[in-house]
Antibody, heavy 120, light 110 residues
């Protein structure tokens, strides 16, 4: 069965960096894109972008360029989200989600989410 | 910038039918936006209900269906159950590989 298992909660200080992992199993990793979604406390879902798991080419939504980086390690079927120069407003739950195909598209399976808290 | 619009809240009696909609602040939603619908209960990860307008995701009961209604995407829920009390988000493909979520609809079953 398809599973996306994300790394655990993180507490970081402003200005630090964080790397969230998303370990995929139960399907061919490179046959589906990986999307990242942010949800700030008490807020709705924000589509951050996606990464082509064949080419490693990322696409970022407006507002998620510069400090946000999507990457892959296909040898361990894992996707990563790195956020640098963390700010208090980056405090949120971050979800990875599998695309329905190898191209940009909707998602079908979701990770359990990773809470990133940025506080001094 | 185009905004994806949803009703902030909706109420339905148990056993009833409700239609949630997903529109654009400018323009009409069509199948070319590949509308998708997601359900989220508090403290849980979202769950995919519908994608590409009307394709049910694995394991989703046929009480949930998607369509285009006029100039909006629609999620229809029949035989509402207390378990359906959740937040519902739509997402639209805006082209160039970019997707946008709506603000979500809080559905109450009462």
């Amino acid at each position: 069965q398809v599973q996306l298992v994300q790394s655990g909660s993180e507490l970081k200080k402003p200005g630090a960096s964080v790397k969230v992992s998303c370990k995929a199993s139960g399907y061919t990793f490179t046959s589906h894109t990986m999307t990242w979604v942010r949800q700030a406390p008490g807020q709705g879902l924000e589509w951050m972008g996606w990464i082509n798991t064949n080419t490693g080419n990322p696409t970022y939504a407006q507002g998620f360029t510069g400090r946000f980086v999507f990457s892959l390690d296909t040898s361990v079927t894992t996707a990563y989200l790195q956020i640098s120069s963390l700010k208090a407003e980056d405090t949120a739950v971050y979800y990875c989600a599998r695309g329905t195909s190898r191209f940009s598209g909707p998602v079908d399976f979701w990770g359990q989410g990773t809470l990133v808290t940025v506080s001094s | 910038q185009t905004v994806v619009t949803q009703e902030p809240s909706f109420s339905v009696p148990p056993g009833g039918t409700v239609t949630l909609t997903c529109g654009l602040s400018s323009g009409s939603v069509s199948t070319n936006n590949y509308p998708a619908w997601y359900q989220q209960t508090p403290g849980q990860a979202p769950r995919t209900l519908i994608y590409s307008t009307n394709i049910r995701s694995s394991g989703v009961p046929d009480r949930f269906s998607g369509s285009i209604l006029g100039n909006k995407a629609a999620l229809n829920i029949t035989g509402a159950q207390t378990d359906d009390e959740s937040d519902y988000y739509c997402a639209l493909n805006m082209g160039s590989g970019i997707w946008v979520f709506g603000g979500g609809t809080k559905l109450t079953v009462v």
